[in-house]
C-alpha cells in the first residue's frame, strides 16, 4: 500500500541531504505527497525566518517536493501535529548530529520525533538512486517489531526481507528453557497478520545484540535495517538497543511503534 502523505525533515545541513529525494522516491503512487519540513526553535532569531523560507523553497522545487512547512517549536511535538494535520503515513528523517555530552543527559530530536510521530520513521543516508534489496528486521519478537516488518514492506516492497533474535542466554540458570521461550514467541510472532514473506524463518542466534545484528547486517550486505521502538511495555520509552542504532545508522534505517 503506498503512502499518501511523506514529511521529509530537513535541518538544512549535508547530515538530510538524502531526505527530500529518498521521500519522493518513495511517494511514486498518483497522489501521493511530499511535503518538505523545517523545525526551528523559538528562540532562534538567525539566519531569519524569510531566509530559512527561501532556502526550503528552493529545496522543494530542486526535489520535486509538493511543498514546504517552516515550523517553530519543540521539533517532537511540532513534527507529529503535522503528521497528524497531513494524515502522514512516514516521516523521513536524516542522520543524528552527535553531541556527547548533551546526549548521554537528554533524549536527541531524532529520538523525540520518534516517540511523539503516530507513524513509522525512515532514516535515510544511503544515495536515493540505491533501492531497498535486503531488509533485515532485528527482532525482539514484540508488536513494534512486527509493526516495523510491516511498514518496511510498504517502503521497500521489491525487497528479500530477513529476521534475526539475538539471545542472550543467562549466566547461571536454565539455557533450554530460554531458548524455548524465545522459539515459542517466534511462533507467535510469525502469526501476527500482515507480515510479509520472509525469505527463511527468523534466526535466534546466541550472543550480544550488536554482535549478532551486526554480524548478519554485513553477511547480507542490508541496505535498510527495521526494529520496533521499543524493548519493554512503556510506548513513551524508546529501547537503548533502538537508541543506539538510531545515533549511528549502518545503512537506512526503519523504526516503528507498536499499534
Not at 548521554?104 to 530530536?109: A, D, I, N, Q, V
Not at 519478537?141 to 516495523?148: K, Q, Y
Amino acid at each position: 500500500m503506498p503512502f499518501a502523505a511523506i514529511l521529509a525533515a530537513t535541518d538544512l545541513t549535508p547530515r538530510s541531504a538524502q531526505v527530500p529525494g529518498r521521500a519522493r522516491t518513495l511517494a511514486q503512487a498518483p497522489g501521493s505527497r511530499v511535503l518538505l519540513v523545517h523545525v526551528r526553535p523559538e528562540d532562534r532569531k538567525k539566519p531569519p525566518a524569510a531566509e530559512v523560507e527561501a532556502e526550503l523553497a528552493a529545496l522543494a522545487e530542486a526535489s520535486g517536493a509538493d511543498g514546504f512547512r517552516l515550523l517553530v517549536g519543540e521539533a517532537g511535538p511540532e513534527m507529529a501535529a503535522l503528521a497528524r494535520e497531513q494524515a502522514a503515513g512516514l516521516i523521513v528523517l536524516g542522520l543524528h548530529q552527535e553531541r556527547r555530552v548533551l546526549d548521554l543527559l537528554r533524549l536527541t530530536t531524532m529520538e523525540k520525533i520518534v516517540l511523539a510521530a503516530p507513524c513509522p520513521v525512515l532514516i535515510a543516508q544511503l544515495p536515493t538512486g540505491r533501492p531497498y534489496r535486503q531488509v533485515l528486521l532485528a527482532t525482539d519478537f514484540s508488536p513494534a517489531s512486527a509493526e516495523a516488518l510491516k511498514a518496511a514492506a510498504r517502503v521497500a516492497p521489491g525487497a528479500e526481507f530477513h529476521a534475526i533474535h539475538a539471545l542472550e542466554l543467562p549466566l547461571v540458570g536454565d539455557r533450554e528453557a530460554a531458548r524455548e521461550r524465545a522459539e515459542a514467541a517466534r511462533e507467535a510472532f510469525l502469526a501476527t497478520p500482515g507480515l510479509p514473506p520472509l525469505a527463511e524463518r527468523p534466526e535466534i542466534v546466541p550472543g550480544g545484540v550488536h554482535q549478532v545484528l551486526a554480524f548478519r547486517h554485513e553477511e547480507l550486505g542490508a541496505d535498510l535495517l527495521c526494529l520496533g521502538a521499543q524493548s519493554g511495555k512503556d510506548p513513551g520509552t524508546l529501547g537503548n538497543y533502538a537508541r543506539d542504532l538510531m545515533r549511528a545508522p549502518p545503512s537506512d534505517m526503519l523504526v516503528a511503534k507498536a499499534p
